[in-house]
Every structure is written in structure tokens, then in C-alpha cells.
């Protein structure tokens, strides 16, 4: 168990997301432009699992593009985006508890407290799961230092 925590911390590090300013990056997003992957963000709160988001219904908020599975849905997060948008500006919460920056995947995910909390991968998000609240503390601490000090 300690040796494959230490080749996934290992691994992790080499994952960090390219330097970025505030102004820039202020959210994690693909390539293309899309926040989550494309994911709805209103979606995370509505059931099980995130649902797809259609370039249809789309909002483009802190730089990024939003996608939403529903009209509704849209509405809902141009009424209050910081209600649905995921904290630490979608990256990684495991990885700004030890204060870097990191990608995401957006079927990695856990909502605590009313607040969308994204991490690099599965194993991660196992990781994260097994001391959740300690993580939220040290990842508030190092936000939004980390993203103005890139």
C-alpha cells in the first residue's frame, strides 16, 4: 500500500497543469476550451452521476465554456455560476491541499456541503475520500495563492 502511494504521488506530480497566471487560467479547462470536459455542472447536484453537456446550451464564464445537458440547466447556473462551478477553479482539490495544480477528470468527483469538489483521477479521488474535510482546510489555505503564484 505505502509503495503504491508513493509511485501514484509520484505519478501525480508529474501530472502538474501548465503554469498559468489568475488572469489567464482563473478555471481549469480543456484544450478546446471547455470547462469539466464538457460536462454539465449543474448535473453533479442533480443525481448520480454528471451528465454530458451539448455545445447548444452553452456559457462561457471565467474564460471557459460551460456546457448544460438542459436549457434549465443553463438558466440555473447563469442565475448563480459559483452555486455549480467546482471549487479550486475546477482543478484538481486533492492536489491544491499540497499546493500545486493539476488537471482533472470530471468523472472523478464528490459534492461537500452544497460544493463541487474535482480531482485528477480515481485513485486520487480515493485518496481525497479517505480524509475529505482535512484535505477542503489545507486546499483553502493554499487557494488562490497557488494560482497567482504560477
Known amino acids: 500500500m505505502l509503495i503504491r502511494r508513493f509511485l501514484l504521488g509520484a505519478m501525480f506530480a508529474a501530472l502538474i497543469a501548465p503554469a498559468a497566471t ?3 487560467m482563473p478555471v481549469y479547462f480543456e484544450a478546446d476550451g471547455a470547462a469539466l470536459a464538457g460536462y454539465d455542472p449543474v448535473s453533479y447536484f442533480k443525481g448520480d452521476a454528471p451528465v454530458q453537456g451539448q455545445p447548444k446550451y452553452a456559457v462561457v464564464w471565467k474564460g471557459a465554456e460551460w456546457h448544460f445537458a438542459s436549457a434549465e440547466n443553463q438558466e440555473a447556473f447563469e442565475r448563480d455560476p459559483r452555486a455549480f462551478a467546482p471549487q479550486f ?13 493539476v488537471s482533472t477528470d470530471p468523472l472523478a468527483w464528490q459534492v461537500v456541503d452544497g460544493r463541487l469538489y ?10 481525497w475520500r479517505e480524509a475529505t474535510a482535512e484535505y477542503i482546510r489545507m486546499a483553502e ?10
Open 118 to 127: 474535482l480531482t485528477h483521477s480515481p485513485e486520487i479521488e480515493q485518496m
Open 141 to 150: 489555505a493554499h487557494w488562490p495563492v497557488v494560482l497567482y503564484e504560477q
Open 22 to 24: 489568475a488572469q489567464e
Open 89 to 101: 477553479g475546477g482543478y484538481c482539490a486533492y492536489a491544491m491541499a499540497k499546493g500545486i495544480l
